[in-house]
T-cell receptor, first 114, second 113 residues
Framework: EAGVAQSPRYKIIEKRQSVAFWCNPISGHATLYWYQQILGQGPKLLIQFQNNGVVDDSQLPKDRFSAERLKGVDSTLKIQPAKLEDSAVYLC????????????FGEGSWLTVV | DAKTTQPPSMDCAEGRAANLPCNHSTISGNEYVYWYRQIHSQGPQYIIHGLKNNETNEMASLIITEDRKSSTLILPHATLRDTAVYYCIVRGAGGTSYGKLTFGQGTILTVHP
C-alpha cells in the first residue's frame, strides 16, 4: 500500500515569496491533516479536512497560510508571503476517518525561508 | 486534550529492552493512548495504541496502568535503528480536539552499541 506522498521534499525561498506544498493521502482516506514542525519541537496541527470540508483550522495563520482539498483527495498548502519564522517541516497525514483509526504521516516538506 | 509528560531523554544498550514511560493523569475514559516515533528527517511513524488493555504488535508492547494515568512503551530488543524521538499522545475523543493528535516534546531515545 502506497503511503502519504508529499512534494517538494525541500524548498528554499526568500522572505515575502510564496510557496506551495502538495499532498496525496493514502487511497480511500477521508481525513487529511497538515502539521507544522519547527526544529526541536513536536508537530503542531495547522488544519484538518474531512473529505473536502474543513473540520478545524483554528491554528492556521490565515493571513498568510491557505489550504484546500478539492475533490476530497489531494491537498495543497500555500504560504504567501513567507516569513523567516515559517521555516519548518510541513507534514501531511491521513486516516480513514476522524476517530478510531491510525493516522499515517508523509515524509514532510522542508521549508527554509531566508 | 489530556496532556502527557515524558522524560526528555533516555539511553538504552543495544539488545536490551527499552522502557519508555509516559504520564497522562488527566486522561478521560474514552481517550486512547498513542505512541509514535520520529527518526531524524522522517515523518512520525505509528507504533501502537491502546485504551485500557495491554497491547502488543510486531514493533512494541504497550502497558497501561489500571487507573490509566500512565503507560509504558516497551521495545523488547532495542537496536541502533530504534534511536529516535518517541511521542506519547492522548488522542482527543470529543469537542474541538476530536480525533486529533497533539504532540508534546517527546523522549529522545538513544540506543548505544
Amino acid at each position: 500500500e502506497a503511503g502519504v506522498a508529499q512534494s517538494p521534499r525541500y524548498k528554499i525561498i526568500e522572505k515575502r515569496q510564496s510557496v506551495a506544498f502538495w499532498c496525496n493521502p493514502i487511497s480511500g482516506h477521508a481525513t487529511l491533516y497538515w502539521y507544522q514542525q519547527i526544529l526541536g519541537q513536536g508537530p503542531k496541527l495547522l488544519i484538518q479536512f474531512q473529505n473536502n470540508g474543513v473540520v478545524d483550522d483554528s491554528q492556521l495563520p490565515k493571513d498568510r497560510f491557505s489550504a484546500e482539498r478539492l475533490k476530497g483527495v489531494d491537498s495543497t498548502l500555500k504560504i504567501q508571503p513567507a516569513k523567516l519564522e515559517d521555516s519548518a517541516v510541513y507534514l501531511c497525514a491521513s486516516s480513514p476517518g476522524i476517530s478510531g483509526n491510525t493516522i499515517y504521516f508523509g515524509e514532510g516538506s522542508w521549508l527554509t525561508v531566508v | 486534550d489530556a496532556k502527557t509528560t515524558q522524560p526528555p531523554s533516555m539511553d538504552c544498550a543495544e539488545g536490551r529492552a527499552a522502557n519508555l514511560p509516559c504520564n497522562h493523569s488527566t486522561i478521560s475514559g474514552n481517550e486512547y493512548v498513542y505512541w509514535y516515533r520520529q527518526i531524524h528527517s522522517q515523518g512520525p511513524q505509528y507504533i501502537i495504541h491502546g485504551l485500557k488493555n495491554n497491547e502488543t504488535n510486531e514493533m512494541a508492547s504497550l502497558i497501561i496502568t489500571e487507573d490509566r494515568k500512565s503507560s509504558t512503551l516497551i521495545l523488547p530488543h532495542a537496536t541502533l535503528r530504534d534511536t529516535a524521538v518517541y511521542y506519547c499522545i492522548v488522542r482527543g475523543a470529543g469537542g474541538t480536539s476530536y480525533g486529533k493528535l497533539t504532540f508534546g516534546q517527546g523522549t529522545i531515545l538513544t540506543v548505544h552499541p
